[in-house]
């Protein structure tokens, strides 16, 4: 089991950026590939973006790419979601998740992900 707790949400202006920070409590945590999604009221949760075991490799949702940097820390066991030139349609609860299966590709979809944060909401201001 591992435990995933968000924090670094709150409100931001358009244009503006924050940095969400995902802390796990994985005794190894390099053995996790860690994916953001994020809800809107009303809307099904939806991918953001999956970072590899080392941090080599990322995919990125077509509404974030170019804006939104997944990065990870394996010594600090946290991953990391730059979000720039936010927009108020980015305005959701952003969640962290996790999975160990060792697939073929990084995985987009919430099923594939066994662990889940508690969630953190992000407000964008037009």
């Known amino acids: 089991q591992v435990q995933l707790v968000e924090s670094g949400g709150g409100l931001a202006q358009a244009g503006g950026s924050l940095r969400l920070s995902c802390a796990a409590s994985?005794?190894?945590?390099?053995?996790?590939?860690m994916g953001w999604f994020r809800q809107a009221p009303g809307k099904e949760r939806e991918f953001v973006g999956v970072?590899?075991?080392?941090?080599?490799?990322?995919l990125y949702a077509d509404s974030v790419k170019g804006r939104f940097i997944i990065s990870r820390d394996n010594a600090k066991n946290t991953v990391y979601l730059q979000m720039n030139s936010l927009k108020p349609e980015d305005t959701a609860v952003y969640y962290c998740a996790a999975y160990t299966k060792t697939l073929y590709s990084l995985r987009v979809t919430a099923t594939a992900y066994d662990y889940w944060g508690q969630g953190t909401q992000v407000t964008v201001s037009s």
């Open positions: 994985a005794r190894t945590f390099s053995n996790y590939v």
């Open positions: 970072i590899s075991r080392s941090g080599s490799n990322t």
